[in-house]
């Protein structure tokens, strides 16, 4: 079946600028993540939601980052005023429910490259 | 916080040879997972251990949990050019946080 998707693939903008990048996770699949990748780094994590509980923001790294997901599924991760730091490959992951005590796996679409010049 | 660390940051080995990452967190984890990157591409789940001193095995990968849950390795025996890539540990502490570590960048000479 279709992976998680994300739009656009690559994104170029002016410093000062709104972005606002697109994920589409695995139907059914109730958590998604956004994360962060600068180049030749690790995983900086940003949001997780999960159903129709109140998301975790304790990653997102300034008030200018947001995120919604509308309708449980859907999620768009805005980003205004746009910094030269926030420069990265932002990814997308879903996963099923996490069962007690567990944690599933989470699948991960192929990101969106954003260069802020 | 919990802290995750990886070592070695970046490994070379030629092909052939066996490689070993290791993943430390300063607190004890409920259970850990091993994801893959290749160069260009985005994370891929390999394997989650959930039990003190749980081992393991995909074909030529060793995934080790450690007794005290507080640490995993990652074993590839014989490495070849396709194991390239980028291995990250993701460590649970029983649901409240959920942290990537920085990963092992493998390089594979052939």
């Known amino acids: 079946g279709a992976g998680v998707s994300q739009s656009p693939s690559n994104k170029v903008t002016e410093k000062g600028k709104d972005v606002e990048l697109r994920c589409d996770p695995i139907?059914?699949?109730?958590?998604l993540y956004w994360y962060r990748q600068s180049l030749g780094q690790g995983l900086e994590f940003l949001i997780y939601?999960?159903?129709?509980?109140?998301?975790?923001k304790s990653g997102l790294p300034s008030d200018r980052f947001s995120a919604e997901r509308t309708g449980g599924s859907v999620s768009t991760l805005t980003i205004q005023r746009t910094q030269q730091e926030d420069s990265a490959v932002y990814l997308c992951?879903?996963?099923?429910?996490?069962?007690?005590?567990?944690?599933?796996?989470?699948?991960f679409g192929p990101g969106t490259r954003l260069t802020v010049t | 916080g919990q802290q995750v660390m990886q070592i070695p940051q970046y490994q070379h080995v030629q092909e052939g040879e066996d490689f070993t990452t290791y993943c430390n967190s300063s607190?004890?984890?409920?259970?850990i997972q091993w994801y893959k990157q290749r160069p260009g591409g985005h994370p891929v789940f390999l394997i989650q251990?959930?039990?003190?001193?749980e081992v393991k095995k995909q074909k030529r990968l060793t995934f080790q949990f450690g007794e005290a849950k507080k640490n995993s390795s990652l074993h590839i025996t014989a490495t070849q050019t396709t194991d390239v890539g980028t291995y990250f540990c993701?460590?649970?502490?029983?649901?409240?946080?959920?942290?990537f570590g920085p990963g092992t960048r493998l390089s594979v000479l052939p």
């Open positions: 992951a879903s996963s099923f429910a996490p069962p007690r005590g567990g944690r599933p796996e989470q699948y």
């Open positions: 139907s059914g699949h109730t958590a």
């Open positions: 939601f999960q159903g129709n509980s109140a998301p975790d």
């Open positions: 607190t004890t984890l409920s259970n």
């Open positions: 251990l959930v039990k003190s001193g």
């Open positions: 993701a460590a649970d502490n029983y649901g409240q946080n959920f942290v």
